[in-house]
């Protein structure tokens, strides 16, 4: 069977706007969580999010490019830069070779809304501009990526939920294990402006807990209310191992194994049967057994039912090893639809760098996560295996297992 | 509103907005093949003209429309 390793990777998040910063948030414990004043006149319930800097991209991209870039194109094209950089791949060789590109994301509302309250005011479509429509879908991302990089192999957006940035990667090793793409540009993208989150604060999913934002998020912790949401991007370059190898390329860990389901049920409500469904089938297709994973980067959220069910697979897979347990969505905020992406590349980061970031505001466990190994300082620690899951709205869960790269 | 003031303001949102080279900014340069204007382009032209101009260019009235100093020229009529 075909190897399919990671050979590039990029981050455009709260906790930095490249590999190096983020790194030194991840090992500092350093929360990107903050308060958006502009949540409380909109008439949000919580003004608490991942705070991420809107990049510059005069200079950078051509005004046609920028014109049809959302926001969370924007990161895209950040953290796809980065990858492909690091990758060693420049428009030379993304123009001779086919090169795909499967990309999570689930909305772009703000460019819906403004599109809107231009047709409100003008009561004229024609006003919207030109790149409204190019913004406003929801394969935003990918039309984006593929027509700035040129790109000509697989592509599409994958929109699960949360579970987005997790399955597109899942997606991407099984083009290539199958022998249809060499190399594809995978990751997530999650739009921060307050447009684009008020639904999400209306079912009352985030925390309230604003004297002290970068104490809200505090996943598996007792006394958690809410996730706070967060957003950026993340890249990750797919590729077949040969194909890396005998381009010379970087090789920064090998995608092992992808586990999938379907809760079956509630439109909100997580499984614990379905999540564990998932880690196991993704443990199975890396050929590993839970007692050989080092490290998990738990989907955990900050949400009091969402962090009790995935605890009790947890428990239920992981226990009797005592298997070291991080949610770095305690720094990031729930980053939604990038998550699945992002929590590769920190946990990646913890790999290549021999540490496990904290699970911060870990504080008192609840009885669903008193057994579990919840790291809520830095340790120092080599990673050869771990797991990340991402689990969403309608029951999806994806799970992956990376492999060290010897 | 003088010819010249279309001009001014004309050039400024090309140069600003749509991004052409200022020393492309002649009478007899083509839209399309000299200045690179295309169709989704045009969009963006339209909402500009009609925050800048108060009016609304009909694409009709645009056939004849060929060369900037042409362009100067419809709006300058229209805004009479």
């Not at chain 1, 959302?70 to 094209?77: F, I, K, L, Q, R």
């Not at chain 1, 999570?104 to 004229?124: F, P, W």
């Not at chain 1, 899942?170 to 022998?179: E, K, P, Q, V, Y």
């Not at chain 1, 958690?224 to 950026?232: E, H, K, Q």
Request: glycine share 10%; proline share 3%.
């Amino acid at each position: 069977m075909k190897r399919i390793v990671i050979t590039g990777m990029g981050i455009y998040s709260c906790l930095g706007k490249n590999l190096e910063e983020v790194t030194q948030s991840l090992y500092a414990g350093k929360s990107g969580i903050g308060i958006d004043p502009m949540r409380k006149d909109y008439g949000y319930r919580s003004p608490l999010t991942g705070l991420v800097e809107r990049p510059v991209l005069k200079g950078l991209l051509d005004r046609r490019s920028r014109v049809c870039l959302a926001e969370e194109g924007e990161y895209a094209y950040m953290a796809t830069a980065e990858a492909l950089r690091n990758a060693n791949v420049d428009m030379d060789y993304l123009e001779k070779n086919e090169v795909g590109v499967l990309y999570g994301n689930d909305s772009s509302a703000k460019a819906v809304i403004e599109a809107h309250s231009t047709a409100m005011q003008y009561k004229d479509t024609q006003m919207m501009g030109s790149g409204a429509i190019f913004q406003s879908m929801n394969s935003t991302v990918t039309m984006n990526l593929s027509t700035i990089f040129k790109l000509r192999g697989i592509n599409m957006t994958i929109s699960a939920a949360c579970a987005s940035g997790s399955h597109a990667i899942g997606l991407g090793l099984m083009f290539i294990r199958n022998g249809l793409q060499d190399m594809v540009i995978c990751g997530g993208a999650q739009e921060t402006h307050y447009l684009s989150m008020g639904s999400f604060d209306g079912i009352g999913a985030f925390s309230i807990r604003v004297d002290d934002p970068t104490k809200a998020s505090r996943p598996f912790d007792r006394d958690r209310d809410g996730l706070v949401p967060g957003g950026g991007a993340a890249t990750v370059i797919l590729e077949e191992y040969e194909h890396a190898v005998k381009r010379g390329a970087p090789i920064i860990a090998e995608v092992a194994g992808y586990g999938f389901s379907s809760n079956g049920g509630n439109i909100s409500q997580p499984s614990d049967l379905g999540s564990s469904i998932a880690m196991e089938r993704a443990l199975r297709d890396a050929g590993v057994s839970a007692k050989e994973i080092d490290y998990i980067n738990a989907h955990a959220t900050s949400t009091v039912q969402g962090d009790a069910f995935e605890a009790m697979a947890l428990d239920h897979l992981f226990t009797p090893y005592h298997t070291p347990i991080s949610s770095t969505k305690s720094m990031t905020g729930h980053e939604c639809w990038m998550a699945g992406a992002s929590e590769i590349v920190y946990s990646n980061l913890m790999m290549l760098n021999s540490f496990i970031a904290p699970n911060l505001n870990f504080e008192n466990p609840d009885e669903y996560s008193k057994n579990l190994n919840i790291i809520p300082q830095t340790i120092e620690k080599n990673i050869d295996l771990y797991l990340s899951n991402s689990f969403g709205f309608g029951g999806t869960n994806s799970a992956l297992v990376i492999k060290k790269i010897k | 509103m003088q010819r010249e003031e279309v001009i001014k303001t004309v050039n400024h949102f090309l140069v600003e907005e749509i991004e052409i080279e200022e020393k492309l900014l002649k009478e007899e340069a083509l839209l399309k093949d000299d200045l690179g204007i295309d169709s989704l382009d045009f969009v963006d032209i339209v909402v500009i003209v009609e925050k800048n101009f108060g009016f609304k260019i009909k694409p009709e009235e645009m056939k004849d429309v060929r060369t900037l100093g042409q362009f100067y020229d419809y709006i300058t009529e229209k805004v009479k």
